[in-house]
């Protein structure tokens, strides 16, 4: 049965990517995705080769024919938007500034506007030493990455159904927005990377409330747990009040930092305790029932 995993973190700088990047060298049988598609960087430690580039269009942007249009500033006239005005003997759009609500086009007594679809990024099919890998990079100041995150998802989905892979496992996004509800949605465990600080719990909270809202299976990793106890303690106890499993505690080193130089996956550059803790977290999720083991059992 088909398992998808999705890691999320509240915050950004939580140390989500370098997680995920473990679980790529750690489990097997798996097609991995980076679904923070606005700053997509765990390509960095994956060391991608390109297989498939296709192009993501979404949203649509007017464009005034100028060897057919009358001149007659109808369009302009409608537009609450303001994005079409007068250049010379014709009237032109702002790209910029256009919605994409086509009301120019409907109104246009010649019929000369046409609403063209925008292109607003790319999304790749990647091949890693870890196994397949889907990414995306979503065009400057472009809208719709959830629609994006929701394209790669489904991409990554068919490689695990054709290739009989037992997981997916997700690299979301940060915060709470579009994208991240795009990224968890329909997901059989989410895996909450936070860190002992007090933006960190209380982004946390929020997360978890998204969790349960779509009646997803959550766990936390306390990342960098000793830089603060106290605050881990904090994390342990919410974990209890909200009936959420705490799958690990992994301690703060300097070498992570330093294993970034060399762009591949932490466990992989590092016998210590971190990594040991890492391993530690992959085992639990690997044995434990996920949202579909339990409604199935």
Known sequence: MLKQIVVISGKGGTGKTIFTASLASLAK?????????????????????TVERHEFRSGKTAWIDPSLCIACGECAEVCRFDAISESGEDFEVNSLACEGCGLCARICPVEVIEMKENLCGEWYLSETAYGPFVHAKLGIAQENSGKLVACVREAAKGIAQSRSLEYVIIDGPPGIGCPVLASLTGTDLAVIVTEPTLSGIHDARRVLELTRHFRIPAGIVINKWDINPEKSREIETLCAEEGVSLLGRIPFSKQVAASLIQARPYVETAQDDVADAIRAVWNKIDSEPTGKDRRSS
């Not at 049988?29 to 080769?49: F, G, Q």
């Open 29 to 49: 049988n798996k097609v991995m995705v980076d679904c923070d598609v606005d700053a997509a960087d765990l390509h960095l430690l994956l060391a991608p080769r």
